[in-house]
């Protein structure tokens, strides 16, 4: 499941087969440490594109077939050619975290998902293709549950987000509930940020049921992360309805009780799918 700092990357899990471990842990410390240069720390702005830049440079080497590098991109450049790992999801990525130093808003819901499309949507991609699973069904499914795990986390994280001085919100939607970018939280905008949410959590939740069906796809360990992935990201999405979209003094967060729940509606999810198709209703 999703950990802390980098989300959307399951490093952690008692899932992940221990062959493939050491590859996930080399693309994690990849990510998260690009992540860290683009948020983490008082560096200037000049000095994190820099340093992003620097790591585009060791990704050009690898793709050159250059040896000499740096701990952290040796270990990437033995996994890359191990499995012939596509280099394109890694400058995606690091597309996303530059975008992150110099964009703070979005315009448009198109914005948005472009951004989750280089910022979420390559994790998916290179653990498709560790389990050589990358076909083009496969990717495209796995494109709808990571830009809808990244939709969810925008909305959970709100106030996270709003004291970084940033807004991952459309403001075109803002703009449309008469919210005010400066004043989410104003009391007397509330009627009308529960409105604008309840948008915004029903066009995650369909989001991600249209990529559900590759958990039931895939087989094994893979399948079953993929089911709690899943599962995991519509409870949020509940939480979120059930504190009345009040994200702000109640940031949803699953307790083990709420984890036992996840498991137990994965386990059950192909049966749900089997008698309720996606039409928009919680597996």
Known sequence: MPVEHYENFPVASILLPKKLRPAVEAIYAFARSADDIADEGDATPEQRLADLSAYEAALDRIAQG????SPLFERLAVVVRQYDLPLKPMYALLSAFKQDVTVHRYATYADLLDYCARSANPVGHLMLHLYGQATADNLRDSDAICSALQ???FLQDVAIDLHKERIYLPLEDLNRYAILPGALDAPDS???WRAMMKFEVTRARALMLSGAPLALRMKGRIGFELRMVVQGGLKILDEIERVQYDVFRHRPK????????????????KQRMKSAPLQGATL
């Open 254 to 269: 699953l307790d083990r009780r709420d984890w036992i729940n996840v498991f137990w509606s994965a386990v059950r999810m």
């Open 66 to 69: 250059a040896t000499g590098h």
């Open 190 to 192: 509330r009627p009308r």
């Open 151 to 153: 939709l969810i986390n």
